[in-house]
């Protein structure tokens, strides 16, 4: 039986889709690829089709997930007066439901440690997939020039992926919302300095 043309393109995107949250919610080490092939009723080689190493898998998953998460930031953004963008994004970000939902939230908070130990040819092309995401948010952060907004949108997202990492182990709830709390009120000032 022969395929129609568009379901290899469809097929390699439910792989990226279903990898992008199997990474981020058990890391590459994890999230094998027979596994994960075999959850989405597909044959162990029927991925090299698709991609060439799961390193080729894990840029592609990197960056839906980066594109999931500014789906969801743009969202925070809908019916936002002028000037509050800012402060919606940073309570969008470390709100309860992000720091609760490991597998869809931040791939930074959930697999940087990770990154840093793949090989450079993967981390360099990280790296532009992040610096794009992170221009993307600058617009949003006040600074006299583009590159002191970058630089800013750059802390912040460290700052704030390192924050939901310390919020996932606080166990007691209510200390875990405080904490975010606190973090939400720190980053909106300081990012307005």
């Not at 610096?131 to 997202?157: C, D, N, Y």
């Amino acid at each position: 039986m022969r395929y129609p043309s568009e379901h290899k393109q469809q097929t390699r995107q439910r792989i990226v889709k279903a990898a992008s949250r199997r990474f981020r919610s058990r890391g590459t080490e994890g999230a094998t690829i027979g596994t994960l092939m075999h959850d989405l009723r597909l044959t162990h080689g029927g991925f090299y089709r698709h991609f060439d190493n799961k390193e080729e898998l894990f840029i592609e998953a990197f960056g839906e997930s980066l594109e999931d998460l500014s789906r969801n930031m743009r969202s925070a953004l809908e019916d936002v007066p002028p000037g509050d963008e800012l402060k919606a994004l940073i309570n969008r970000y470390l709100s309860g439901e992000h720091s609760d939902n490991v597998a869809g939230g931040c791939p930074v908070a959930t697999l940087a440690a990770e990154v840093a130990r793949r090989p450079p040819k993967t981390r360099a092309a990280l790296l532009q997939i992040l610096k794009s995401h992170i221009a993307k948010t600058a617009k949003f952060i006040p600074g006299a020039t583009e590159e002191e907004r970058v630089r800013k949108a750059r802390v912040l997202l460290s700052g704030m992926a390192g924050t939901l990492n310390i919020a996932r182990v606080i166990v007691d709830e209510g200390q875990r919302r405080q904490f975010l709390e606190d973090a939400k009120k720190f980053y909106f000032e300081a990012a307005q300095k």
